[in-house]
């Protein structure tokens, strides 16, 4: 069974095609700018690339060139479509409607239409996909994975907000989270390598990247995440703010005659360590501007390294300890300086790096060493094999 993953941003359509017989990558790719004149799809199989120069004007015309290379006669994957048995989407925001990955029909598309005012840019791109495969192939079974579906089992305690609770029961404001797909690999793959001694262990996951978040999963449930309403929330990332004092909002907005949508955008895409450093918003980029003396970028990288260690912190007394900590996307994979200075805050609670283990990049590693009270991992997160098998199961 061979089963296409597809995830969309905005402007983005990036898919992999799985062979479920061995979990193989047959083809992976990423189709960018779609809306804008220089759009481009690259193409990967095994180690060749293609790149293909394409003006897509939309996703219809993305997915159909998408599905042009699976079956190539050069180098395709699969001789026609039929060989596609399902096709499974990333859904970034399913709301409270969903807690597991659903088959798709017209009442699921309505729901996730109904989440688009909570993720307008995600929610928005997952439902012009799942449109676009529909006309490319008719008839095909197509499963949504949702990004918040691995935290619905939050207590209400750690996801209501304490403001009026009518805004929760008219509005539906709540924390959500985010990254739950990814939260449900590394957990799940932190059970499989430890030896399980009969319980399940008090994980928190750290998926640092772009886009940064952790989560608390004690029995293979969330209990709590950093990520909020919307994916703002929580520790300061690489250009969203976080969680702040929430007047320095609305007195930043007075000073300046801020208007919201402005504000909005000052805070998710000015903000973070972009802000601060006035650098970038790679970490790539502050970790060399840090190392050549550049004091924003130092003092950026602290700030970061405080925010990741108090919420671990936090977790420590929501789950009333913890057994392993996970380290996952492109910061946590590949950030050795930064998972070093967080486990270095961490000592406290008898956390002891591996220096040695520790100096790895992108590959599932124990760094923690022997006499650690808490065993720290690095877990490269695969989120499209989630929702390929979530996919598979159903359909
Ligand atoms: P992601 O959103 O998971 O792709 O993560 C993006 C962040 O990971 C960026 O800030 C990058 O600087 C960082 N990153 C990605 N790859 C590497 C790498 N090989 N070495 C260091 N940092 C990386």
């Not at 690999?185 to 932190?190: D, E, F, G, L, T």
């Not at 996951?205 to 994916?231: F, R």
Request: glycine share 8%; net charge neutral; aromatic share 6%.
């Amino acid at each position: 069974m061979k089963i296409l993953v597809i995830n969309c941003g905005s402007s983005s359509l990036k898919y992999q095609l799985i062979d479920m017989k061995d979990e193989e990558v047959l083809a992976k790719g990423n189709f960018e700018k779609i809306g804008l004149e220089d759009s481009f799809l690259t193409h990967k199989v095994k180690e060749k690339k293609y790149t293909i120069n394409k003006k897509a004007d939309n996703h219809e015309i993305a997915i159909k060139t998408v599905l042009q290379q699976l079956t190539n006669k050069e180098y395709g994957v699969i001789n026609n479509l039929d060989e596609i048995s399902a096709v499974g989407h990333r859904i970034v925001q399913g709301g409270e409607f969903f807690d597991k990955s659903v088959l798709i029909n017209d009442d699921v598309i309505k729901k996730i239409k109904l989440c688009i005012e909570l993720a307008p840019l995600h929610n928005g791109a997952a439902i012009k996909g799942i449109e676009a495969c529909k006309v490319a192939m008719p008839g095909k079974p197509m499963v949504a994975t949702f990004d918040t579906a691995f935290h619905q089992t939050m207590p209400k305690e750690n996801y209501l907000y304490p403001i009026p609770l009518r805004f929760y029961s008219e509005y539906k404001i709540r924390k959500y989270g985010a990254h739950g797909t990814s939260y449900r690999y590394v957990s799940q793959r932190i059970n499989e390598i430890m030896d399980k001694q009969g319980k399940e262990r008090k994980i928190v996951v750290c998926h640092l990247g772009q886009g940064a978040s952790l989560a608390a999963i004690q029995d293979g449930k969330v209990v709590d995440t950093s990520m909020g309403l919307t994916p703002m929330g929580g520790i300061m990332m690489c250009q969203r703010v976080g969680d702040i004092d929430p007047s320095v909002i609305t007195y930043m907005m007075e000073k300046e005659n801020i208007l919201p949508r402005d504000m909005v955008e000052l805070l998710n895409k000015q903000s973070g360590l972009l802000g601060v450093t006035g650098v970038s918003s790679d970490f790539r980029e502050i970790e060399k501007a840090a190392s050549g003396g550049d004091e924003k970028a130092i003092l950026a990288i602290k700030m970061y390294v405080e925010k990741v260690a108090e919420f671990i912190a936090k977790y420590m007394v929501i789950m009333q300890g913890i057994d392993v900590i996970a380290f996952t996307a492109g910061i946590g994979e590949n950030q050795i300086g930064v998972r070093e200075k967080i486990c270095e805050k961490l000592k406290v609670f008898g956390v002891q790096i591996d220096k040695v283990a520790n100096n790895c990049r992108g590959e599932e590693t124990k760094i923690s060493s022997e006499n650690s009270q808490i065993e720290v991992w690095v877990v490269p997160t695969n989120e499209e094999l989630v929702i390929a098998r979530d996919t598979k199961k159903l359909v």
